[in-house]
T-cell receptor
C-alpha cells in the first residue's frame, strides 16, 4: 500500500511569489490534515479535511494560505504571496480514524 | 491551550546506552498521548501511543507510560542502536479526537 506522498520535496521561492504544495493521501482515507514546522518550533496543525469538506481550519495562519481538496482525493495548499516567515516544513497526513494519522515526508519550503 | 514540552536536543549516545527523552504535557481534557519518530529523509511515523492513565505504549523496544499524576509520557529504551538515530516528537490529542499538538522534537544521534 502506498503511503502519503507530497510534492515537491523542496521548494525555494522569492518573497511575494506563489507556491502550491500537493499531498496525495493513502487511498480510502477520508481524513486529510496539513501541519507545518517552522524552524526550531513545534509542528503546528493547519487544517483538517473530511473528504472534500474543511472540518477544521483553525490553524491556518492567515488568508494568504488556501487549501483545497477537490473530489476528496488529493489536496493542495497554496501560499500567495509567500512571506519569509512561511519558510518551514509542511507535512500532510491522512487517516481513516482519529489517532491513526499517517504522515508524508513533508515539503521543505524556503522563502528568500 | 494544550501544550507539550519535551527535552531539547540534540542527544548523543553510544550504542547500547539507555535512553530517556522527557515529555510533559498540559491539556484541558483527557488526552491521548503519542510518540512519533522521523528518520532522515522520511515522514513522521507513529512509534507508540497510550490513551489512558497508567497505560504503557511500546514498540521496537521503546516504551512510554502515561502518568496522569505527573502529566508525563517519557520515552525510554534500554539499549539504543545506531538505527535509532532520528528526531522524536511527543504529541497529544485532547480527548483523542482533536488535531495533534506536538512538542519541538528531540534529535537523537547514536554512535557506534
Amino acid at each position: 500500500e502506498a503511503g502519503v506522498t507530497q510534492f515537491p520535496s523542496h521548494s525555494v521561492i522569492e518573497k511575494g511569489q506563489t507556491v502550491t504544495l500537493r499531498c496525495d493521501p493513502i487511498s480510502g482515507h477520508d481524513n486529510l490534515y496539513w501541519y507545518r514546522r517552522v524552524m526550531g518550533k513545534e509542528i503546528k496543525f493547519l487544517l483538517h479535511f473530511v473528504k472534500e469538506s474543511k472540518q477544521d481550519e483553525s490553524g491556518m495562519p492567515n488568508n494568504r494560505f488556501l487549501a483545497e481538496r477537490t473530489g476528496g482525493t488529493y489536496s493542495t495548499l497554496k501560499v500567495q504571496p509567500a512571506e519569509l516567515e512561511d519558510s518551514g516544513v509542511y507535512f500532510c497526513a491522512s487517516s481513516q480514524t482519529w489517532g491513526q494519522e499517517y504522515f508524508g515526508p513533508g515539503t521543505r519550503l524556503t522563502v528568500t | 491551550g494544550d501544550s507539550v514540552t519535551q527535552m531539547e536536543g540534540p542527544v548523543t549516545l553510544s550504542e547500547e546506552a539507555f535512553l530517556t527523552i522527557n515529555c510533559t504535557y498540559t491539556a484541558t481534557g483527557y488526552p491521548s498521548l503519542f510518540w512519533y519518530v522521523q528518520y532522515p529523509g522520511e515522514g513522521l511515523q507513529l512509534l507508540l501511543k497510550a490513551t489512558k492513565a497508567d497505560d504503557k505504549g511500546s514498540n521496537k523496544g521503546f516504551e512510554a507510560t502515561y502518568r496522569k499524576e505527573t502529566t508525563s509520557f517519557h520515552l525510554e529504551k534500554g539499549s539504543v542502536q545506531v538505527s535509532d538515530s532520528a528526531v522524536y516528537f511527543c504529541a497529544l490529542s485532547d480527548q483523542g479526537n482533536t488535531p495533534l499538538v506536538f512538542g519541538k522534537g528531540t534529535r537523537l544521534s547514536v554512535i557506534a
